[in-house]
């Protein structure tokens, strides 16, 4: 198991109740899959560097979490076809 760092933007237009489920559901996605979240870091509505989806806004959340990589591949399968996710990354975190 190695420690990944997951950073996503999820749609500005999203109201509190639609951010806490969406949250929930890809946080769903990891814990499904075998993997344990060690953290949630909620950076909030943050302006974009340059438009995404012809938005200049999202809303940002760091999730550090422990998993094998098969959590990714099936993370990276179900937020790529997500409307409310506009961009994703994951990354090994060295600590």
């Known amino acids: 198991m190695k420690n990944y760092e997951l950073m996503y933007i999820l749609m500005p237009?999203?109201?509190?109740?639609?951010?806490?489920?969406?949250?929930?559901?890809?946080?769903?996605?990891?814990?499904?899959?075998?993997?344990?979240?060690?953290?949630?870091?909620?950076?909030?509505?943050r302006d974009l560097a340059y438009e995404?989806?012809?938005?200049?806004?999202?809303?940002?959340?760091?999730?550090?979490?422990?998993?094998?990589g098969s959590v990714n591949a099936k993370f990276n399968s179900i937020a790529s076809l997500d409307q409310k996710v506009m961009r994703f990354l994951i990354t090994v975190a060295n600590n």
Request: aromatic fraction near 8%; avoid cysteine; proline fraction near 0%.
């Open 52 to 68: 995404i989806k012809k938005q200049t806004k999202g809303y940002y959340v760091v999730v550090n979490f422990t998993a094998d």
């Open 13 to 45: 237009n999203l109201e509190e109740e639609d951010l806490k489920a969406e949250n929930a559901a890809l946080q769903k996605i990891i814990t499904d899959n075998g993997g344990k979240i060690t953290g949630v870091n909620e950076w909030g509505m």
